[in-house]
């Protein structure tokens, strides 16, 4: 059983450096997730895609953010010049198209910039 | 989608029922009720969702007041693996795009 994994799992960078995560979602999956935790929070979602193509972006995601599912397999979340107000889990979660989908989390990407 | 209100943390003896109350007063009749929880450092985990009727799965029973405005998640023997924040969300049919999680409930299972 291949569930949706993430990678790197922990990432540490300085102020002002782009980073880029990877997501893999469950392989029969269409719907792909990205969300943000801080600390004592619940998730934030912050877009997702149907296939490759991207259905929905929140107000949480700056123009410093961008997130990509080119063939509608993987994902990537990059953030450019980060700050140390993005320091948070990166989740990502997959889910099928139909019916009443539940989302299936991965273990999530912790970024720490300093 | 529809708010939840949970107790902010509830303490549950080993081999004990975890009875965890959720408040969704604002419920709509196309919204479901979902439960995820999300153990210390990890992604969340799904455990069960409905819509009216209660719901039972290997893991947790999920029981929905006939007015639909609150629900119960049961874990009918906890473990210590148990320990975890327990967020109960509402989604609409219609609107599966995201979830609202909330703060949840801490479950502290004690020896």
């Known amino acids: 059983d291949t569930g949706v994994s993430q990678n790197p799992r922990h990432k540490i960078t300085k102020r002002g450096q782009n980073v880029t995560f990877r997501c893999d979602p469950i392989s029969e999956h269409n719907r792909l997730y990205w969300y943000r935790q801080t600390l004592g929070q619940g998730p934030e979602f912050l877009t997702y895609?149907?296939?490759?193509?991207?259905?929905?972006k929140s107000r949480l995601l700056s123009d410093r953010f961008s997130a990509e599912r080119p063939k509608g397999s993987f994902s990537t979340l990059e953030i450019q010049r980060t700050e140390q107000g993005d320091s948070a889990m990166y989740l990502c979660?997959?889910?099928?198209?139909?019916?009443?989908?539940?989302?299936?989390f991965g273990p999530g990407t912790r970024l720490t910039v300093t | 989608d529809a708010k939840t209100t949970q107790p902010t943390s509830m303490d549950c003896a080993e081999g004990r029922a975890a009875n965890l109350p959720c408040n969704h007063s604002?419920?709509?009749?196309?919204?479901?009720v979902y439960w995820y929880r999300q153990i210390h450092s990890q992604g969340p985990q799904y455990i069960i969702h409905?819509?009216?009727n209660n719901e039972t799965n290997e893991m947790a029973s999920l029981i929905i007041t006939e007015d639909r405005k609150s629900s119960t998640l049961i874990l009918p023997h906890a473990t210590l693996r148990d320990t975890a924040v327990y967020y109960c969300?509402?989604?609409?049919?219609?609107?599966?795009?995201?979830?609202?999680f909330g703060s949840g409930t801490k479950l502290n299972v004690k020896p």
């Open positions: 895609f149907q296939n490759e193509a991207q259905l929905e």
């Open positions: 979660a997959s889910s099928l198209d139909r019916g009443a989908p539940e989302q299936y």
């Open positions: 969300i509402v989604r609409s049919l219609y609107n599966f795009n995201k979830f609202y």
């Open positions: 409905g819509l009216k």
């Open positions: 604002t419920i709509s009749g196309n919204e479901y």
